[in-house]
């Protein structure tokens, strides 16, 4: 099974713990150790999943205090950059273990996540290629150096760190990706008998394209490389109706009758 960074230090502990009360006449407990908001989890009665962990530590504990009313336990707080001796050590004893798996994968749960995530990405890549699935007016943006941008799970991605932290802004920025949006030239492919002319004087139909580079009523900010996901952001915060609802909403109220 996968063992989670936090788990395998709890179980340190557990250990650590169970071998000091079996000794006898221990009274004093110190655990050292560079990871003190983990030591936290085993007071957390909520719920969590290293509860098995906790709960033997618990008991483990309940013992050696029920034993005798002066026993007690210590945490001590010592950072890996603190450059203890003891640290040095135990790091050379560590490292000098050589551990023997059955399978690779499973030596280390972030190296095993990261396999099952490269392979999540490749099968994307593979059908988003193979079957065409974003079509031709998917929009292609650009990262800081001016490459394509790719997929990726780490930090929310090479999109969400742009316009993720809003909702408004995320709805619009995809609808423009993938041109889902009602506009004209969207709504042509559903009602083709249906007259959507636009009223900007330079473009006859509203398009994808159209509203990012040429549109006049989209102009409080310029920029030749619309397509640098940095500027394609930018570009939306400055012109709020921009890919919205709202904006078509209330161009389609003025066309009724009253």
């Avoid at 999943?49 to 530590?57: E, R």
């Amino acid at each position: 099974m996968n063992i989670s960074t936090t788990e395998a230090k709890l179980f340190v502990i557990r250990c650590s713990i169970n071998q000091a009360i079996g000794i006898p006449h221990i009274k004093h407990i110190i655990i050292i150790t560079d990871s003190l908001h983990i030591i936290k989890k085993i007071f957390d009665s909520s719920l969590h999943p290293y509860q098995i962990h906790s709960a033997a530590i618990s008991y483990e504990l309940r013992e050696f205090f029920n034993k005798d009313i002066n026993n007690h336990i210590e945490f001590w707080d010592c950072p890996s950059n603190k450059n203890w001796l003891l640290h040095s050590a135990v790091n050379k004893d560590s490292k000098s273990f050589n551990l023997l798996t059955s399978f690779l994968c499973k030596l280390f749960w972030d190296f095993s996540k990261k396999c099952n995530c490269d392979d999540i990405l490749f099968q994307w890549k593979m059908f988003f290629q193979v079957f065409d699935l974003k079509e031709r007016n998917f929009l292609e943006l650009l990262d800081e150096d001016f490459n394509s941008l790719g997929l990726s799970n780490i930090k929310g991605g090479l999109w969400l760190q742009y316009f993720g932290h809003s909702n408004y802004l995320c709805t619009r920025a995809t609808r423009a990706i993938v041109n889902h949006v009602p506009i004209g030239k969207y709504r042509l492919k559903f009602f083709p008998r249906k007259n959507f002319l636009y009223s900007c004087s330079s473009y006859f139909i509203k398009s994808q394209r159209h509203i990012l580079y040429d549109c006049r009523r989209f102009n409080n900010y310029w920029n030749l490389r619309r397509d640098s996901i940095a500027y394609f952001t930018l570009f939306l915060k400055l012109n709020n109706k921009a890919f919205s609802f709202r904006e078509n909403f209330v161009a389609s109220l003025g066309s009724l009758p009253l």
